[in-house]
Every structure is written in C-alpha cells, then in structure tokens.
C-alpha cells in the first residue's frame, strides 16, 4: 500500500536561518506531488506541484521554493526564514494524470519561525 | 477556474442529531468533488468522493454526501454524529489537468455530549 512521510513534525526557526523540509511517497511511482500551506487553522494554500523529478511550478510568488531531486522525494525550502513563513505545511500525493483519484496527505508539519 | 465555497465558518450539533455541512461548487466541464476531514495538528484525511454515477455517495466512517446538480451544491452529511466527529472539514474540487485541488476554506464542525 502507498504510504506518505513528511517530517519534522514540528519545527522552530529564528528569522534568516534557511528550511528544509522533506516528504516522500512509498508505494507508487510518478505520483502528482504537492505542498501546501494552512495558516491560521484553516485555509490551504497551494504553494508548489510537481508532476515529474525536476518539473516544479509555483503557485504564489514568496519566500520558499522546492525540489524533487526523485520520484517519490519532494523538498521544501528556503534561504532565509520570514516570520510570515510560519504555518503549518502538508505534502500530499496523487496518481499521475487522474483526475478521478483522490489526494492523500502527509500528517504536516508544524513551523513557527521565531 | 474551478472553486468551492463552504458558507458555514461553524456547525454546532448535539450527539445523535443529523449533521451537514454544505458546500457548493462553481466548475466548468464536470465537477471532480471531494470531502475531506482535519483533527487538530494532522493532515487532511479523505472521506468520500463525486466523480459519475449516483448523486449519493457514500465514505468513510458512516459519512455520506448528495450531489445536485441543478442547486451546484456537495452538502456532507451524518445520520447520528458522534462527539469524535468534531473537526474541520474541507470540500475540495478537482482544478486543471495536472490534479490540483482547490479548498474551500473550510468548516469546523463542534459536537457536543
């Protein structure tokens, strides 16, 4: 069965100091993969996609950026740290090219940037 | 572009009693809509799905939705909620060819004993 990791859990970060956060997939390849941001508790904000290694697209202009060095391995990270970079962060995959299947998440995590 | 509004920022309902949580959904072609649930500090859990077929879908953990299509609407519902289905819940909608899902902003459903 597929399964997805995403961690750290939590994570705390003063302002300036980079970021890297790390999800992969096991049990599928060529997967859709996604980040997401939810501040506040509630809204989910795409940040990146990915539908193949080294193919990412930015939804929102910021701080962050990301990678997928391989199939089943996306990254999330950043330079230097914002105090608006805080929020909690979910990776999440789908089957490639089918619009039908459902999404299935990481458990998040976790940032408050100091 | 496709999109999803949930009206409700929050429901209310006591343990036995009926919940839903309404949705309705703006979308060109056919809508590809989902459900899924949030418990505090954990990622989104999927919970059922419209794709074809019948207008009542059922999921997971005795939660099932009705599609209607003339009122554009995907309303979550539970004969008898329990106090353990209180969290958050999103409708989402399937948004371009690559698979991304559009979420509404969410409601957080508060059952009490």
């Known amino acids: 069965s597929q399964t997805i990791h995403q961690w750290p859990a939590t994570l705390v970060q003063p302002v300036g100091s980079p970021l890297s956060l790390e999800c992969t997939v096991e049990?599928?390849?060529?997967?859709?993969l996604y980040w997401y941001r939810q501040a506040a508790g509630r809204g989910l904000q795409l940040l990146f996609y990915?539908?193949?290694?080294?193919?990412i697209s930015s939804e929102v202009p910021q701080n962050l950026s990301a990678s997928r060095p391989q199939d089943r391995q996306f990254i999330l990270s950043s330079k230097k740290l914002l105090l608006s970079d805080s929020g909690f962060y979910l990776c999440?995959?789908?089957?490639?090219?089918?619009?039908?299947?459902?999404?299935?998440f990481g458990q998040g995590t976790r940032l408050t940037v100091v | 572009a496709q999109s999803v509004a949930q009206p409700e920022d929050q429901v209310n309902v006591a343990e036995g009693n009926p919940l839903t949580v309404k949705c309705t959904y703006s979308?060109?072609?056919?809508?590809?809509l989902f459900w899924y649930v949030q418990y505090p500090n954990r990622g989104l859990q999927f919970l059922l799905k419209?794709?074809?077929?019948?207008?009542l879908v059922k999921g997971s953990y005795g939660f099932e939705a009705e599609f209607n299509k003339s009122q554009t609407s995907f309303h979550l519902k539970k004969p008898s909620a329990l106090v353990s289905d209180s969290a958050l819940y999103f409708c989402?909608?399937?948004?371009?060819?690559?698979?991304?899902?559009?979420f509404g902003a969410g409601t957080q459903v508060v059952v009490t004993p």
């Open positions: 979308v060109s072609g056919n809508p590809y």
């Open positions: 990915s539908v193949g290694i080294g193919q």
């Open positions: 989402a909608v399937r948004d371009g060819s690559w698979g991304k899902l559009q």
């Open positions: 419209y794709i074809t077929g019948d207008n």
């Open positions: 999440a995959w789908s089957t490639d090219k089918l619009l039908t299947t459902e999404a299935f």
């Open positions: 049990g599928t390849s060529n997967p859709n």
